[in-house]
């Protein structure tokens, strides 16, 4: 008979990552049979379960598989294979168990050891960031991919995704890698496009602190992309095919370059990179504008600036 999970099956958290502080607080909230987190050091085991107001915390050595259902795995990716084998070869039954880990670029091909050896195997991921470990991340209405070849399981973690507000869906391994990379795109470059702000606001002797500056229009465009989509939300200089403006902005970008500061060859490279994509957004978009001028200007610009890294 296949195996059924609920909320009555044990759980366990395995790594005190981020976003155990997160999905321990879920469990705890929602019910669960869930009173025990292992970590690979005692000292952030012990972290986590005062935080979480558990009894039971202990380094790996600890860990007693034959007394729970579901392990969640919130460890580092790079740690994933390296735990889930450890466990795999421990010589403990765990036919039947599930294991979850929260990777976002990592399928569950990561616990395939586990598998071989009768368990039920899946990834779980919010698109969401956790940037401090004791930090309340509200998760009602993000989004949750999960995956694996398990129905039983899928129907657990969407049982759990449901309790905590998320809205869950299912892809396959091989759609993982590009899941998760639409969320650093989306994501982590924001950050990366804040620190270019800040490399070319240095040029300005009496501005103001630029993050408190740019964060207006920056939450604006964000609000206008989730109202009008990407297309819809354009504006700015590629968007009314405004070559002189771009032009002067890569003048200006050439004028900061140094052999000195990396940094000023990156930025240039993403400014003439990203402008070709938001070309590309205002095609989409149907404008009466001819692009031609600018995309040809952009691509010559780039393939100049590439030279400089040989």
């Known amino acids: 008979m296949a195996k059924r999970f609920d909320k009555n099956s044990s759980v366990v958290i395995v790594g005190a990552g981020k976003i155990a502080y997160t999905l321990g607080r879920e469990l705890v ?40 259902d579901v392990f969640f795995l919130t460890v580092p990716d790079s740690q994933i ?7 795999a070869s421990s010589g403990e039954d765990i036919t039947g168990k599930l294991f979850v880990h929260l990777s976002g670029s990592k399928s569950s091909v990561e616990l395939k050891e586990l598998e071989n050896k009768g368990a039920t195997t899946a990834s779980m991921h919010i698109m969401q960031t956790f940037p401090q470990r004791a930090e309340e991340v509200d998760l009602t209405s993000c989004y949750c991919a999960l995956e694996s070849k398990d129905k039983a399981a899928i129907k657990y973690l969407q049982q759990f995704g449901d309790f905590a507000g998320l809205k869950c869906f299912t892809l396959s391994s091989n759609e993982k890698v590009y899941y998760h990379l639409s969320g650093v795109v989306a994501a982590n470059f924001i950050n990366a496009n804040f620190q270019a702000a800040m490399i070319t606001s240095d040029k300005i002797k009496n501005i103001p ?33 405004d ?3 771009i032009k002067a902005h890569v003048r200006a970008l050439k004028r900061m370059l140094s052999e000195d500061n990396p940094e000023t060859y990156y930025l240039l490279t993403a400014y003439l990179s990203q402008s070709m994509l938001l070309v590309t957004t205002a095609e989409y978009r149907g404008e009466e504008y001819d692009y031609s001028e600018l995309k040809s200007f952009l691509k010559d610009e780039l393939k100049q600036t590439l030279k400089l890294f040989e």
């Open 29 to 68: 909230s929602g019910g669960y049979n869930f009173n025990s987190v292992f970590s690979k050091s005692f000292s952030s085991a012990r972290e986590l379960a005062f935080y979480l107001e558990l009894d039971n915390c202990s380094d790996m050595s600890g860990l007693n598989v034959a007394k729970f």
């Open 81 to 87: 294979r390296i735990v889930a084998n450890s466990i």
């Open 209 to 241: 602190p630029v993050l408190g500056v740019l964060h207006p229009t920056a939450k604006k465009t964000l609000k206008n992309i989730k109202k009008k989509g990407v297309s819809g939300a354009l504006s700015g200089p590629v968007q009314r095919n």
């Open 243 to 245: 070559i002189d403006t």
